[in-house]
């Protein structure tokens, strides 16, 4: 298992050496929010291109970080890769409908929640999502209330659900359990 530190160095690295050194100094005294809105700004100036597996790295760790929606406009803006790219794509568009978490049958997790689908697995079809409430003025709570995997069968959907602070913990069982179709 990679830990943050690691994690954080290994897409500061995407960087020439003198930005990612700015990066990991953000790091370093635990500005992480401007660390990441310096990566991604990083990417865009030195256009430096990135897998869309990367790219939904990216957008894990500013959800974590709580900056994920100010970052996403950069983060689409990036260059991607010039080869095939199995793996992870976000799949999360400003016009996306959520999916009432009633309809996943995962209990009372989700009943209250709308599920937003997120990252999805290009080679077998599951989806990660993020659950959230629903505020009295129409628009989703900042945070998710859950992360969830979900499941296509052949007759139904069928979701895993993670807590709150699992971002990571879903995005690696959607990596692991991947079953090319």
Request: charged content about 20%; overall charge negative; aromatic content about 6%.
């Amino acid at each position: 298992m990679i830990d943050e530190a690691t994690r954080w160095r290994r897409l500061a690295a995407l960087l020439p050496p003198a930005r990612a050194a700015e990066i990991v100094d953000c790091w370093d005294i635990g500005e992480q929010e401007a660390g990441l809105d310096r990566l991604v700004a990083g990417l865009l100036t030195h256009q430096v291109p990135v897998s869309e597996t990367v790219r939904a790295e990216i957008a894990v760790t500013a959800e974590i970080w709580g900056v994920r929606t100010a970052l996403a406009p950069g983060l689409a803006r990036c260059l991607g890769e010039d080869h095939d790219d199995p793996g992870l794509s976000l799949i999360e568009q400003a016009g996306t409908v959520p999916l009432p978490g009633s309809s996943l049958g995962t209990g009372t997790a989700l009943v209250d929640l709308l599920v937003v689908p997120w990252i999805a697995c290009t080679r077998c079809g599951r989806v990660l999502a993020r659950a959230h409430a629903q505020e009295p003025w129409g628009d989703l709570s900042y945070r998710a209330w859950h992360y969830v995997l979900l499941l296509p069968c052949r007759s139904s959907t069928s979701a895993e659900v993670f807590g709150p602070d699992s971002a990571w913990d879903a995005l690696t069982e959607l990596r692991i359990s991947c079953v090319d179709p």
